[in-house]
C-alpha cells in the first residue's frame, strides 16, 4: 500500500525538516498531506476529525506544537498547556477513530525533572519536578507521551515517540522576544554586527550546559526511528516507557554557544551576561544510548549546523 503521510506543523522548524527528509528518502510530494493554520485549527476537535475523515493519511507525524524560550514559556504559561494538549489530544484520538495504525509524536526534553541526573536517561521521567520556566509545556509533552502509549496499550496501535534536545536549523523562528537560544542569539548578534554595538549582553551567568542538535539530524532521527520493524523498537523500549531520546551526544555552556554564534555570524565585539535574568536548568543533556543501539547517530556538528542556519537566516531576510 502507498503511504499517505500527513505532517502537522510542516512549516514549522521540524516539521519543514521532516518533509525534506521524506522527499529525500524517496516519498513523493502527493504522499505527503500538508495544512496551514489557516486552512487546519489543530485546536478544534471537530476540525481535526473532519480533516482525518476525508483524508484518511495512513501515516502521522506530530510535529506541531506551541514552543518558545524561557521568556515566551513565562509569559504565556496558560496558552503553552491549553494549546499543546489541544493539539496533541484532538490529532491523536483522530488519527485512532480513523484508522491510522502508525504515528511519531515529537516531545522535548522539558519532560525530564529540573535535577535530573546527567546525562538525562528515559527512565528519569516524573521522577522529580520540572524547571519551573517551562514546566506547563513539559507537562504537555508528558501527556503527549502518555496519549501515545495509552492508545498503543488499548487498542494495539504503533505510536511512538522521540524526545529531542535543543533543536536549531532552517525554519526556526527568530522573534526578538519568543524564540529559543540559538535564533535568538543569531538574530541579536546579527544586529549587533550591523549596527556595530561594542557588546552584546546574555540572559544569565552563561554557565547551564546544553546540547544542541541540528534540525535535520531530528528529522532523519524521526523518520529512523518510524520505519524501524516494531519488534526492534519495543526491543529500546516499555509499554509504559515507550519515548527515545534524541541528542547529539555532547553539551556546551550558554557562554560556548553565544561565542560560536557570534563567530558564525561574523560579530567581533564583546559578549557579556546579565545575570540579574534567569538560567533556566543548570544542564540538559539527554542520554541517546538506546537509539545509538538501533544505529542511529547524529552528524552534524555545533560550527557546520550554526554556519547553515545563519545562511537560512540571510536568505529568510529577517
Not at 139 to 152: M, Q, V
Not at 250 to 272: F, L, M, N, R
Request: proline share 5%; with cysteine; charged share 20%.
Amino acid at each position: 500500500m502507498s503511504e499517505k503521510i500527513f505532517v502537522a506543523g510542516h512549516n514549522g522548524l521540524v516539521g519543514s525538516a521532516i518533509v525534506r527528509t521524506l522527499l529525500g528518502g524517496g516519498i513523493r510530494e502527493d504522499q505527503i498531506v500538508r495544512r496551514t493554520r489557516v486552512e487546519l485549527d489543530l485546536c478544534s476537535q471537530a476540525a481535526v476529525h473532519h480533516f482525518f475523515e476525508q483524508e484518511r493519511p495512513t501515516q502521522v507525524y506530530m510535529a506541531a506544537a506551541k514552543v518558545g524560550g524561557i521568556y515566551a514559556n513565562n509569559t504565556y504559561p496558560a496558552d503553552f498547556i491549553y494549546d499543546n494538549l489541544m493539539v496533541q489530544a484532538n490529532v491523536i484520538h483522530a488519527a485512532h477513530v480513523n484508522g491510522v495504525q502508525k504515528l511519531m509524536f515529537l516531545g522535548s526534553s522539558c519532560i525530564y525533572p529540573r535535577l535530573a541526573a546527567q546525562p538525562m536517561t528515559e527512565d528519569a521521567l516524573m521522577t522529580g519536578t520540572l524547571e519551573p520556566t517551562n514546566e506547563p509545556y513539559g507537562i504537555a509533552k508528558i501527556a503527549g507521551i502518555k496519549l501515545c502509549e495509552s492508545y498503543n496499550r488499548q487498542y494495539g496501535r504503533d505510536y511512538r515517540s522521540v524526545m529531542p534536545t535543543n533543536l536549531y536549523g532552517p525554519g526556526d523562528s527568530y522573534h526578538p522576544d519568543n524564540s529559543h537560544v540559538i535564533p535568538a542569539l543569531i538574530r541579536r548578534f546579527h544586529e549587533a554586527k550591523l549596527s556595530g554595538a561594542p557588546e552584546v549582553a546574555i540572559w544569565g551567568t552563561g554557565t547551564p550546559r546544553r546540547e544542541f542538535l541540528y534540525v535535520d539530524d531530528m528529522a532523519a532521527a524521526s523518520v529512523f526511528v518510524m520505519q524501524l520493524p516494531l519488534e526492534v523498537y519495543q526491543s529500546q523500549t516499555k509499554p509504559m516507557q515507550s519515548h527515545i531520546n534524541v541528542g547529539y551526544g555532547s553539551d556546551v555552556t550558554i557562554a560556548e554557544v553565544a561565542q560560536a554564534v557570534a563567530q558564525a555570524v561574523g560579530y567581533s565585539g564583546a559578549v557579556t551576561f546579565d545575570t540579574s535574568k534567569p538560567d533556566g536548568a543548570p544542564r540538559k543533556w539527554m542520554d541517546s544510548s538506546k537509539l545509538n543501539a538501533l544505529g542511529w547517530t547524529a552528524k552534524t556538528s555545533l560550527s557546520t549546523g550554526l554556519a547553515k542556519a545563519y545562511e537560512d537566516f540571510l536568505r529568510r531576510g529577517l
